[in-house]
């Protein structure tokens, strides 16, 4: 008997139909639905991006994307533990599974995507490692700090890329390290070091949150780093992975296609956008691919809003901390922001 190759199209068909099969829920979804809560690392207190009141409410950017994944996973924004860590614990505490995510304003790099058993998801926040000083130093540019202390904290990007940008410039700047950022601070504002660094975003929150009078500082204009910020979790689990990314892929979409928080009801029922249709399960059911319900989409945009939302809300122009959005925008309003299509 003589058999015929399938043909290319039918393969095609074949693959297609295999792509599209439902999901089995990771080990980490299992374990989260047990306990019916989502455990999230977050910074100590970084205003804009994670950071407790005095009635130990959290908010902020990186708190929100957790809320998103707990109405996404679980169905309520509100099923989230935040355990706040410093910068030389977060990776150990997502390695030894004492948090489900890292979402703690953490850089994507090389090494930390490589080595630490750890995966990178998607970038929240595009950044960048800046200096401040104080206005009265007269320092108008960061290539003015040579031989200059500068306050910087332990274990991050910003003191290695403090050491190499001092080096490929000739500056001989003099680090004065501390582990907390609260020492970081403690130390600038005291007039220990001449400049504080770390990402662009952080030094605005600590202006606006720690010094007397933020109109004394100059955030200086040199950007001297890539910093692309956002949610990590352990390597192993590619069911959980997927379902942080696109969470964080789903707030970007939303947002393009003008889907809010509150519109999400309304264009539910009333709108003949395919688009929209899958964002918000009205049309297609793309959460069976992640082991998730049709709803899981609809629910993290009504709890959190969208990603323009949710910048506006927590750094935004009028917010306390007044961030433009810069590249923070999304890719068809001048900035680098992109989502894949949620299809």
């Not at 130390?187 to 220990?192: D, I, L």
């Not at 009028?318 to 894949?340: F, V």
Request: with cysteine; net charge positive; hydrophobic share 40%.
């Amino acid at each position: 008997m003589t058999f015929k190759p399938l043909s290319t199209l039918a393969i095609s068909v074949a693959a297609l139909g295999a792509l599209a099969l439902p999901a089995h829920a990771g080990k980490t979804l299992d374990g989260i639905k047990a306990r019916g809560q989502v455990i999230c690392g977050v910074h100590t207190g970084l205003a804009g991006f994670s950071a407790a009141d005095s009635n130990g409410k959290w908010s902020g950017i990186d708190v929100d994307v957790c809320r998103a994944v707990a109405a996404a996973t679980l169905g309520d924004g509100d099923k989230v533990k935040f355990v706040p860590l410093v910068a030389q614990a977060r990776f150990t505490a997502l390695q030894s599974g004492e948090v489900d995510v890292l979402s703690r304003n953490t850089t994507f790099t090389l090494t930390r995507d490589a080595s630490l058993g750890l995966s990178q998801t998607a970038v929240v926040y595009y950044d960048g490692q800046g200096f401040m000083v104080p206005v009265k130093s007269k320092i108008k540019s960061a290539k003015q700090l040579k031989g200059q202390t500068v306050c910087v904290q332990s274990g991050t990007t910003t003191e290695k890329n403090l050491t190499d940008y001092s080096k490929a410039n000739g500056l001989n700047v003099k680090p004065v390290v501390f582990e907390k950022l609260d020492a970081v601070e403690g130390a600038y504002f005291s007039g220990r070091c001449v400049a504080y660094t770390t990402d662009a975003s952080g030094l605005a929150s600590v202006r606006n949150k720690s010094a007397k009078n933020p109109a004394d500082h100059l955030i200086l204009p040199e950007l001297i780093s890539k910093e692309p910020l956002g949610p990590m979790v352990r390597r192993g689990d590619d069911e959980w992975a997927a379902i942080v990314k696109w969470t964080v892929y789903g707030l970007l979409e939303a947002e393009e296609y003008g889907v809010t928080a509150a519109n999400v009801d309304d264009l539910k029922a009333n709108s003949k956008d395919p688009v929209v249709g899958r964002i918000l399960g009205s049309t297609e059911d793309t959460g069976k691919l992640l082991g998730l319900d049709k709803e899981w989409l609809a629910r993290a945009v009504k709890t959190t809003g969208n990603y323009g939302e949710i910048f506006e809300r927590n750094v935004g122009p009028k917010s306390d901390l007044q961030l433009p959005r810069g590249l923070n925008n999304l890719w068809n309003k001048g900035g680098i922001q992109y989502a894949p299509p949620i299809r």
